[in-house]
């Protein structure tokens, strides 16, 4: 790709959606059932990758949000049909991991920060973090493939040593300036 000499010709990304809406977990699966009133939902697509998060990593999210973070709370859908007359599939493009993390957390399926989720007392109110269902209404199959390799292709994962030795350098900043 390029060179460019003009910023008017570089290649644009995929449109990023034509719907959002905040959801926040207690609200999850009535959303999800309220996408699937069209012609269904499918949350496991033939592009999209297994479930590649184990255990930990769903807990590590799970308390991630739940502690107020504020990235990685975006999930991405198609439906061609979406404010069309045309209807279609409700398709999952990306957020398969966290998806399934929160589901597998409010059905029980592993603690966090030591409790099942019915084991907390209280729950989570509607002001606190949720997460942002993005409805696209892109038309042909390639064009949802290519939003797919738009939003995945350039991403490199820290690597566990990486993040090793940033924790190391947090105990020896302790009281030091920014």
């Not at 398969?96 to 409010?106: E, G, I, Y």
């Not at 290519?146 to 292709?153: G, I, K, R």
């Given at each position: ?47 999209q ?85 993005v ?22 994962p ?20 920014a």
């Open positions: 790709m390029g060179p460019f000499t003009s910023f008017e010709d570089i290649p644009q990304f995929t449109r990023p959606g034509c719907y959002a809406a905040d959801v926040p977990w207690g609200f999850v699966e009535q959303t999800l059932l309220g996408l699937d009133q069209g012609d269904g939902l499918d949350l496991d697509p033939d592009f990758r297994g479930h590649v998060w184990d255990l930990n990593q769903r807990r590590r999210y799970v308390e991630f949000v739940l502690r107020g973070g504020s990235t990685g709370r975006e999930v991405l859908f198609n439906n061609a049909g979406w404010n069309r007359s045309t209807g279609g599939v409700t398709v999952l493009v990306d957020g398969k991991q966290r998806l399934d993390a929160v589901r597998s957390f409010m059905t029980d399926g592993f603690p966090a920060f030591g409790t099942l989720y019915s084991g907390y007392r209280d729950r989570l109110s509607m002001t606190g973090p949720s997460f942002r269902f409805v696209n209404n892109l038309a042909t199959r390639a064009e949802v493939l290519q939003w797919y390799v738009d939003l995945n292709a350039g991403g490199t820290h690597a566990p040593e990486e993040i090793e030795r940033v924790r190391g350098l947090i105990s020896g900043a302790t009281g030091e300036r």
